[in-house]
């Protein structure tokens, strides 16, 4: 008979060894404990798993709010000024610098390029005071090379000055905003992936939530194998609390991870788009802006973490109750008013 009924034996051998391995504890003792190591676990499960879902969520909002956004103006504003110098050449080489209306297209350049600087001033703990200086020289050389259109050797040094200071090794616009880049997506890498101390938090959650769930089912089969009781409803919804804790908060957070590392990737790509552009630049700027908006789509599909952080700050908290409500109840009930 048993061996017709392998499930119905593996079974009942399971309950007959947890039987025998709680056996020499006295039944209040043992739901004691119980609630002991239930109330315990579970808070350092809530603990773990309210800070880790916190750090991935300022994580993913750092993303969203600072680090994305410096990456892409720091890219159009290197792609602008380069734009702005390409503008300036034409016109110098047709030799219309200088002539009324021709400037339009080299000033609206270094206007882009300057309001790009102040957009992202306040996303950035990088000092842009010194390249939004040397920009503003910049942007003075050109106009005073255009107001010299009849004194053909003074421009021609103004545009050699303006030059210099675009594109001189290290103190140059262009090489400030290489450096500034560097470091930006280093930021942007760095909070964009997970640490040793963040794995480290969501194994220890994810160890005590399933150590949690273990303990409950324990607790229910003590309820039911000593006193008579098939069901309780406090326990049973810790224990389905318990695995919705353990799944969805990870789910949520490895979505939002992979979605924040396509970010990274875009922006890197964006970054060497606008190091590598060559004279291309009207185009590498649609690449950057086409990029940008795919970087926002991408941040802004983590943006639900939020509410999955605040639902995880309330389940960890009824995680806690559940089970004290539970084996507290019952042990008021049946031994402690009893004293």
């Known amino acids: 008979m048993t061996a017709g009924h392998p499930a119905s034996w593996r079974r009942y051998s399971l309950a007959a060894f947890w039987r025998r391995l709680l056996s020499p504890w006295r039944t209040r003792r043992l739901l004691e404990a119980h609630l002991i190591v239930l109330f315990v676990l579970a808070a350092v499960a809530s603990t773990t798993l309210f800070l880790s879902c916190r750090q991935a969520q300022h994580g993913a909002e750092a993303l969203a709010s600072r680090e994305a956004p410096a990456v892409q103006g720091l890219a ?8 702005a110098d390409q503008e300036a050449q034409v016109l110098v ?135 008579g009781r098939d069901w309780n409803p406090y326990l049973l919804a810790a224990f389905v609390l318990t695995v919705l804790l353990a799944v969805v908060p990870l789910t949520t957070t490895l979505s939002t991870g992979n979605d924040l590392k396509e970010a990274v990737k875009d922006l890197r ?40 952080y605040q639902g995880t700050l309330v389940g960890g908290l009824m995680a806690i109750v559940l089970p004290v409500l539970g084996l507290g109840l019952r042990l008021d009930h049946d031994y402690w008013r009893r004293r």
Not at 76 to 83: K, P
Not at 279 to 306: F, G, N, Y
Request: with cysteine.
């Open 76 to 83: 159009a504003t290197r792609l602008a000024a380069l734009r």
């Open 93 to 227: 080489r047709m030799n219309l610098l200088g002539v009324a209306g021709s400037d339009e297209p080299y000033e609206s350049q270094l206007s882009a390029a300057d309001q790009g600087l102040s957009r992202i001033a306040d996303r950035t703990d990088q000092d842009l005071g010194t390249v939004k200086g040397v920009l503003d020289s910049y942007s003075d050389s050109l106009s005073r090379a255009a107001s010299l259109r009849d004194e053909p050797l003074m421009q021609k040094h103004k545009l050699t000055e303006a030059d210099s200071m675009l594109t001189r090794p290290t103190v140059g616009v262009v090489p400030r905003l290489d450096a500034l880049q560097r470091v930006q997506m280093e930021h942007a890498e760095a909070t964009a992936t997970m640490g040793r101390w963040q794995h480290g938090g969501w194994w220890l959650a994810e160890l005590a939530l399933g150590a949690m769930a273990l303990t409950l089912l324990s607790a229910l089969f003590v309820l039911r194998d000593r006193c």
């Open 269 to 308: 790509q964006i970054t060497d788009v606008s190091r590598n552009s060559g004279p291309r630049l009207a185009e590498a700027q649609q690449r950057v802006t086409e990029t940008a908006e795919e970087v926002r789509r991408k941040t802004a599909d983590s943006a639900w973490t939020d509410e999955v």
